[in-house]
């Protein structure tokens, strides 16, 4: 069974992004919705029959803690692939509740040393669907929480549609989490 939504009443007026066309709209103080989902740093909500996606950094347009922010303490002993890996997985589809390395969205994940000892990233990664607008938004939240990353110096997201994605790209958990 569903968890009911949570209702929200808007504080102060913000910009969020429209879901699934990643235009920036807008909304003024007073305004309600519903929060779908709450997922990774961002917030899903429902607002006037709309989806949108509210930044973390402006939870409290909602009465919301921002969510705290994935830094890293020094050194885990994990190397950096698995830590920019670990990271990519707190990217969630605005419209899915799995992150985007369980629903198969990596393609690639290549790392080349630079002259001074950090690592430039590259990185391939795909929409459920390719007309999506999301696609920016998303690469963005990539390329930022990775850059962010002790020993990463630069950070390049490709958007690729070829192979297209299906579901067969998903992980057995994200399978199961979806009912599929």
Do not use: H
């Not at 509210?54 to 347009?61: F, I, M, Q, R, V």
């Not at 705290?68 to 692939?81: I, K, N, P, R, V």
């Not at 669907?129 to 990463?152: F, H, Q, S």
Request: contains cysteine; charged residues 25%.
């Amino acid at each position: 069974m569903r968890a009911p939504r949570e209702t929200v009443i808007f504080r102060r007026p913000v910009m969020v992004e429209l879901v699934p066309y990643g235009t920036q709209i807008e909304l003024d103080p007073g305004m309600m919705g519903q929060v779908t989902q709450s997922l990774g740093d961002n917030f899903t909500l429902v607002v006037d029959g709309q989806m949108v996606r509210l930044k973390g950094s402006d939870a409290d347009a909602i009465g919301k803690e921002p969510p705290t922010a994935q830094q890293e303490e020094g050194d885990d002993g994990s190397d950096l692939e698995t830590r920019i890996w670990r990271t990519l997985a707190t990217c969630y589809d605005p419209e899915i509740p799995v992150d985007i390395v369980e629903l198969g969205l990596i393609y690639a994940c290549e790392l080349t040393p630079m002259a001074d000892g950090r690592s430039q990233v590259d990185i391939q990664m795909t929409l459920t669907a390719p007309g999506c607008g999301m696609g920016e938004v998303l690469a963005n939240e990539v390329a930022d929480k990775v850059l962010a990353l002790k020993g990463v110096g630069e950070v390049k997201v490709d958007m690729v549609f070829d192979p297209p994605w299906d579901r067969s790209r998903m992980s057995e958990a994200a399978q199961l989490a979806l009912g599929i």
